[in-house]
């Protein structure tokens, strides 16, 4: 479960002060899929950035698996981002190594044996349908098998919550629907709890269970697919 209470984030510059969230509060119940739509600059990336303090909230609590993060020393901190997977517009691998090593980065700093971290690749290697692309750099990958390796890699430590920040918006609309498809798979199968931000009406539409619209920083409606699209 992920729960955003009161959440208002403003960013002080050059004596300029810009109110990026204004009082925004999500729910995104366990094992449920939550959608966030806005347009540019609406807040989606500073919202979703505050779900493992990538932003701090200059006001407002933030919730995972029922710990309040906001309280937390670093250490602690530290710790709770484990249960946090998150996956980008741009997936950021590593170039200069292998989708086996890229997927193996996080089991490395965990200083797990290197057998489990073989066992476990291969096991991921299979979830995400790149069974053969071991040894691969990314640079002969597609899109969208990037973004297979990205999830694959953050699935690596077992994550209880899974933050998607624009994940299909650098792929093509067949590519778009085959790693949501993915998603939905990872969700159910895994029982992971995800957010997502998105500039795309069909990606919330495809796999959403709930919807949250924000504008200028503010919470506009919340409720599920159906009822949000339902009327104009
Ligand atoms: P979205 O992801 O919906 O495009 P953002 O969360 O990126 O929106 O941005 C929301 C607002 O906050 C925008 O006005 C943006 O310029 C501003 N903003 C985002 N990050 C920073 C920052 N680090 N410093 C100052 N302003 C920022
Ligand atoms: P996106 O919305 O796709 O994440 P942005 O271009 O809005 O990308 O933001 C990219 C990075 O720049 C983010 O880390 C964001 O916090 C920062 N940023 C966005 N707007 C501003 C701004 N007005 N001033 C300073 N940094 C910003």
């Known amino acids: 479960m992920i729960e955003l209470k009161h959440i208002t984030k403003i960013f002080r510059q050059e004596g300029r002060e810009t109110k990026a969230l204004d009082d925004v509060s999500i729910l995104v119940p366990k094992g449920k899929i939550v959608g966030v739509i806005g347009e540019s600059g609406a807040g989606k990336s500073t919202l979703i950035r505050t779900v493992n303090l990538l932003e701090r909230p200059t006001l407002g609590e933030v919730f995972v698996d029922g710990q309040n993060l906001i309280s937390m020393s670093d250490s602690q901190l530290a710790k709770a981002r484990r249960d946090i997977g998150m996956i980008f517009q741009h997936f950021n691998l590593l170039s200069s190594r292998t989708v086996f090593e890229n997927i193996a980065l996080p089991l490395e700093l965990d200083k797990t044996p290197k057998d489990e971290i073989r066992r476990r690749v291969e096991e991921l290697l299979l979830l995400v349908g790149l069974e053969g692309k071991s040894d691969d750099y990314p640079s002969k990958l597609s899109g969208g098998q990037k973004q297979r390796v990205a999830i694959a890699r953050t699935l690596a430590t077992n994550p209880k919550v899974l933050l998607c920040d624009e994940a299909t918006s650098a792929l093509d609309p067949a590519t778009t ?34 919807v949250a619209v924000i504008s200028g920083g503010q919470l506009i409606e919340q409720g599920s697919v159906a009822d949000i699209f339902s009327h104009p």
């Not at 998603?183 to 959403?208: A, F, G, P, R």
């Open 177 to 210: 629907r085959s790693i949501l498809a993915l998603l939905k798979d990872i969700n159910s199968q895994l029982n992971i709890t995800i957010l997502l931000i998105t500039h795309e009406m069909n990606v919330v539409k495809e796999i959403c269970d709930e």
